[in-house]
């Protein structure tokens, strides 16, 4: 389960660039039409008009992402948290090579091997997040927890395959959203372990619980946390498509009206 640091940062991560990717998304598909058409991204860079700043707050948001992921590595240095320090690992250089994607001069790379690429790495999280047959030892919690640690991944596996080859905004939907879940998961499975604490059990080398009714009633916690999760974060995509929708219809309300307000007043130029 790693440390409570590193849930944090886990979250700190992913969590902020899921709600960005998201908000990106939803935005972008708003803006589409026929003409020109909603195109998927792996990494949705912000874009500024000074040249100046392009490398630094164009791409701040990955520039942290990888400061960040060392610290989760760490954190996480612990006999039982080899293979997530792996997973991590696998991320950083899918980030760096995403990164290095994006200027053209140095990595001539896709968007469909992006996304490909990056379904192996969630593949890859997920497989070393499952135990082996030496860990067959693992509470009932534990292995309970781990399915609902895994779904999340194993939806942004299926996502950035099927983005591998089809421009889907439902998809690329599913994919941020599956990306929130995850993190705020890995904030509340951090807070519920090591802070809160399920009654009558203990986190020493794995979740543990003297009585089968105190494991029985810590894995009815985490299902209702994590449906709580994901009804939260369905709730906010829907919030944030209204809030979208919204926000590109009183844009074009307003290029309108200054559209007309020009046209008013060349005609008026041209009486005089």
Same mark, same amino acid.
């Given at each position: ?75 996480? /240095? $612990?006999?039982?948290? %080899? =293979?997530?320090?792996?997973? !991590?690992? *696998?991320? @950083?250089?899918?980030? #760096? ?113 003297? /009585? $089968?009714?105190?494991? %029985? =009633?810590?894995?009815?916690? !985490?299902? *209702?946390? @994590?449906?709580?999760? #994901? ?42």
């Amino acid at each position: 389960m790693g440390s409570l640091l590193g849930h944090i940062t886990a979250f700190s991560i992913i969590f902020p660039l899921a709600i960005q990717r998201l908000w990106s998304s939803l935005s972008l598909q708003a803006q589409s039409s026929p003409s020109d058409p909603f195109k998927p991204r792996p990494w949705y860079f912000s874009t500024f008009t000074s040249e100046s700043d392009h490398h630094l707050r164009r791409n701040a948001t990955i520039y942290l992402s990888l400061l960040l992921l060392p610290i989760t590595i760490f954190a996480s /240095l $612990h006999p039982i948290s %080899t =293979r997530h320090v792996a997973s !991590l690992i *696998l991320f @950083f250089l899918l980030l #760096a090579l995403i990164l290095l994607a994006d200027s053209r001069r140095l990595l001539l790379l896709p968007d469909g091997a992006l996304f490909f690429l990056s379904a192996f790495v969630f593949l890859a999280d997920s497989a070393l997040s499952n135990p082996n047959n030496s860990t067959a030892h693992f509470s009932e919690v534990d292995s309970h927890l781990r399915p609902l640690t895994m779904g999340p991944t194993l939806v942004c596996a299926v996502a950035c395959v099927v983005l591998a080859f089809v421009s889907s905004g439902s998809a690329d939907v599913a994919l941020s959203i599956a990306l929130a879940l995850k993190g705020s998961w890995e904030l509340q499975v951090g807070l519920t372990f090591y802070v809160l604490k399920l009654r009558g059990c203990s986190t020493a080398g794995g979740v543990r619980c003297e /009585l $089968h009714e105190d494991a %029985t =009633r810590g894995m009815h916690t !985490l299902d *209702l946390l @994590f449906s709580a999760h #994901a009804f939260a974060i369905a709730s906010l995509c829907l919030g944030m498509q209204w809030i979208a929708a919204k926000w590109v219809n009183r844009t074009a309300e307003t290029d309108a009206m200054l559209t007309r307000l020009v046209q008013i007043s060349t005609s008026d130029l041209e009486f005089d």
